[in-house]
């Protein structure tokens, strides 16, 4: 990431060079080292903390009035959050959270460099008290219930960014910034504030654009003066995650119309350029995310994420992730191992299993039809990995939702599939994931191959960037403010185009030209 | 008080009526509260703490989001103090607070009315840690004496304000505001400010301007968002208390120049009008707080307040406070007496006793001259209250030092006595002083007696129209911002002056018109 002109910094260091004090100059301390921290920041608005303030006397005298400040910009106001004597080479760092609901990511910047120096992932804490969203909700009803998944939280992050900055020889005084990307519920738990109204109706949050908190407010173990800047949410059902995705993929600079997809048990959708967007988001159903299919699971060690079907043959050709004996299979991987199925014949349209051409690979459980995609002798889990007729239905379901979501948006808007340039796709499973096969299946749109970009962890890029620039960080507020949210209304049309997107890959053919299928 | 047009408060309460949630209107909150509250301030800058943005949901909901949100303003944003629901017919209040080395006043206000509902006042509990500004600077330098010295006085304050609100069936809750003027190093205690580099040379507060604060950030037991205004210094010798002063009596209203003088340890003096300030402080001694004198107290019951003297049978008439058995003189009394000893020629224009005057009411013990003021038998101590020729010389080097400090700068800014409008006299010395008196002998100038305004207790006086006016509050700062403060030089010059202002009234008669000598 390079500094352009118009990225200025919105946490930043200052040097100071203050007029000792003299009979002549008996001003304070505190409005001498104003005067001082204007001098290079050229503002009018200076604030310090009591906190800080109280410091000052002692810190000043030992620094012998000379050193950097830092300090940070809000709403036009600059706050100093730490003083240091001259000659403090090690800098100053900042952190990017994504709170996931079940993996929390923290990310270490030097802020002067703008280098990332570490990542680290772990286990939300709160998974301890329920690992969906909802059963935390609830919980946090419970007597002590919202301070006990918020404190669990915050001390595994001071635990987890402790060992961080300590590995790396940093002063947790010298962390100065900290930015959290994460869904409405989750940046609820964060700070504090009870989720109860987000899962009822009519679904309000507490707060939908939280304003900057300093670290101590909510007991991070960093400079207590560190400002914490959390994403902004649109809704109870649209988090500070997405915006994040959206300032990450950059589809607010772009003249050109994009889509942003990010695939979980909701599907959550943006489209829209540098004018205008609108979003909306709808069940996608588990299938994605490893949820229903038996050999489903998330991406990890083992976890099949590509797959190929020699049509000949009807060989079925696996890739694990880090090759290591099979286990499961990802998103990804389902959606490859089902685009193979269709085009090697052995799923029809319908998605339902063609018993001519899967013979024996096809089993009978409990009346239920098994492909075994992994012998046993294959398998990592010394069970044969199999795909009942019930996963690819349910599959089926997904992608069609998928394909109505988007169209039902485009078509709101009036874009054709055609004038979308770019089509990003967050998340692991956007990491994941083969475009054609997603396109074989009727999932998205057949655009050519290069329209689509991977995002990654789209949350921890976007917080990121929030924290080192202060145009990024006014976009995360104009992107919330200017998202039209459309409410998917599951009428009439709407179950039209599902129907006709539960084919594969859609009983429009016309729409996916570059599907073709070698035998059928 | 009456609200003029410019009169704007700045902290204020606003009705609140939201529009209830609902499908169509999901917003959340905290937004929806923001909204509600710039309906009635007409204001874009909406702050609420995390601490407020916790309770909204559940409040909201139990007010039915009717009500009245509490806000104040800082640097033109809005932030919100609390709300309260429809028809909380109790109303608001705000506390005015006269931080005195010795004694503290803290008055109750109603917001809504601007009355004055009740005052208290008691000992500043850090007396126990010494009674002085000096020995307290040293005693926050031993180790957790701040804190101590912080926490003794915040401890005590919430004591007597709790006692004082639970008098009027307030919740503390409904405190919403807090204003505090005290010198310099009393204002540094109140806010755990080191005060150690105040007394020592160059002599640097910790802070000239301090920022609000809000009441939680120094453990005040009233509303935790209540704004606390702690009035700005000039520097270590020129504190809030003067500036409340200059507030109080309105002088940067008006047009002509006024003088303002506030009596103690030291003599502080500040000259001005509407368009500029001066001020300077020099060492009026002890004498005129009743710390020198053997029979000097400060104003209590049974102190003496006025003296009269028959010129005739030169019989001492004296008058105490509350009418009580005289058990001390007060300053205001101690001019009295002594004006009275000179015009009844008990004492010549040196200060010195006349003893063919006073005859057998002159006492020698141990080798010094003292005059018998009130005898045992009429005592309220069984023991004579004797005035030494030493408490003469110490007053009448305080009236000097008073005197001169007041030609030098009027001297400074070309100010004859005579375009002096009103002089202004702060304190509880100036309550109770006679200027007749004081200008017999030569300490205040020879102006109409209705040029002297006694202030009372400015402190108290200044913090409340701080606290009700946003006018009066920015004139808080611009006062500050607008006094040159006069280093006094004492040179040969000063000294010439001092050593002229040594006689009664002073060796320049014609300067005194109105002092006559009724016999000698």
Tied chains: 1, 2.
Excluded at 404 to 416: A, E, R, Y
Aim: with cysteine; aromatic share 6%.
């Amino acid at each position: 990431m390079r500094k352009t002109k118009q990225d200025k910094p919105w946490i930043k260091k200052v040097g100071l060079e203050i007029a000792t004090p003299s009979l002549k100059d008996n001003t304070a301390d505190v409005d001498r080292l104003i005067k001082g921290i204007k001098k290079g920041l050229e503002t009018e608005d200076i604030r310090i903390d009591l906190s800080m303030v109280r410091q000052l006397p002692s810190l000043l005298r030992e620094y012998n009035y000379r050193g950097d400040a830092v300090v940070f910009e809000d709403r036009n106001s600059w706050h100093l959050i730490e003083i240091f004597p001259c000659g403090n080479a090690n800098g100053v760092f900042v952190l990017a959270v994504d709170l996931g609901t079940s993996t929390v990511v923290v990310r270490l910047m030097n802020l002067s460099t703008l280098e990332t120096i570490d990542e680290t992932s772990f286990r939300n804490p709160q998974n301890e008290f329920g690992a969906d969203i909802l059963t935390r909700i609830h919980f946090a009803a419970k007597e002590d219930g919202l301070s006990k998944l918020q404190s669990l939280l915050i001390r595994k992050l001071n635990e987890e960014m402790g060992a961080l900055v300590k590995k790396h020889g940093i002063d947790k005084k010298s962390v100065v910034g900290m930015c959290v990307a994460g869904n409405t519920t989750m940046t609820h738990l964060f700070l504090g504030l009870d989720p109860y109204w987000i899962c009822r109706e009519p679904y309000i949050p507490v707060i939908n654009r939280p304003a900057l908190i300093l670290s101590s407010e909510i007991g991070l173990a960093i400079s207590p003066r560190a400002p914490i800047l959390v994403f902004p949410n649109v809704g109870s059902y649209f988090g500070g995650d997405l915006i994040a995705g959206i300032l990450a993929s950059g589809m607010i600079q772009q003249k050109e119309v994009s889509f942003l997809v990010d695939v979980g048990t909701n599907a959550e959708v943006v489209i829209g350029n540098r004018d205008w967007l609108m979003a909306c988001a709808g069940a996608a159903g588990p299938a994605l995310e490893g949820g229903v299919a038996s050999m489903g699971m998330m991406a990890g060690p083992g976890v099949i994420d590509r797959v190929t079907i020699d049509s000949e043959t009807l060989e079925i050709r696996i890739r694990t992730i880090e090759n290591l004996p099979p286990v499961g299979i990802c998103g990804s991987g389902l959606i490859d191992l089902v685009a193979q199925l269709f085009l090697s014949g052995m799923i029809d349209l319908r998605g339902k299993y063609v018993e001519a051409r899967c013979r024996d690979r096809l089993q009978d459980i409990e009346g239920i039809k098994h492909l075994i995609v992994v012998s046993y002798e294959d398998s990592g889990t010394g069970k044969p990995l199999t795909l009942s007729q019930p996963d690819i239905d349910s599959l089926m379901r997904s992608k069609a939702a998928m394909y109505t979501i988007l169209t039902t948006i485009s078509n709101t808007v009036n874009i054709h599939m055609s004038e979308i340039s770019r089509f990003y796709i967050a998340g692991t499973f956007g990491s994941y994931i083969q475009p054609h096969s997603a396109i074989t299946i009727g999932m998205i749109p057949d655009l050519p191959l290069d329209t689509y970009v991977p995002l990654g962890n789209s949350s921890i890029k976007g917080a990121s960037k929030a924290l080192l620039s202060a145009r990024a960080r006014d976009d995360v507020f104009r992107i919330r403010d200017r998202i039209t949210y459309l409410e998917l209304n599951v009428n009439q049309e709407f179950m039209n185009l599902f129907s006709a997107a539960k084919f594969i890959p859609h009983t429009d053919r016309s729409l996916f030209p570059s599907v073709k299928v070698s035998s059928s």
